[in-house]
């Protein structure tokens, strides 16, 4: 049986709209996660007080600023968080966990069409998120994309020609980690045309999953966020 979408009726116009076939909205979504098998929860608010360490965040081109002690403590004690941003709200939370937004990317050498607004990424090392890319056309296309620089310590797993300008980072902290894309674009209906970027979505959605069936939550960019996590509460060990 194909996973679920679940998403409550959208309260804005097509921009990022979980059910808009415009090519700003992302129905097309709906094939990539069932591709995937992973059961999508499109979330217009976001509760601390209501997310386990089992929970996927994804939090889309946020509009409002990530809180970095809720997120932080999710991610220490175990959760795993995915910011797909070019120029929202997440700096500050993406800075304190050592990856740094560049406004833009300078130097590259490859774009769709010769417009310096899509460029062309080709992945050069072997990478869970790069799975089946090959087949799909071997690379990704940005549109209009940011770039980021990270501190030592954290994964570049995906740059551009400049080997210091990154398009997806990963930096691993405590039990969990966060994973950054410089393109919250790369959702919409427009992109998802395009296979490589299809791919990476679809590898984007599995690449924490530990579970079946694996769901991700998708945190909207209008959505508000509130109240406290909750980390777990550790077992003792069993007495001798």
Known sequence: MAPALLFPSSGYGNDYAPTSTAWDGMSALVETAREARVRLEYNHQLDWAEVSTDDILFFLYPETPIDEEQAGTFVRHGGHVVVVDDHGASDPFLANVGIHRLNAFEGHDEFLHDDEDFPVLTPTQRHFLFFNLPEAGGSVIGNYPSAFQVDP??????????????FIAEATIGDGAVLAVADGSLFINEMQRHHGDKQLVANLFRYYCRREPCKVRVVLPHAEHQGVFTPPVEEPPDSL
């Open 153 to 166: 310590g954290v994964d570049a797993i995906l740059t551009y020609a400049n080997p210091e300008q990154v």
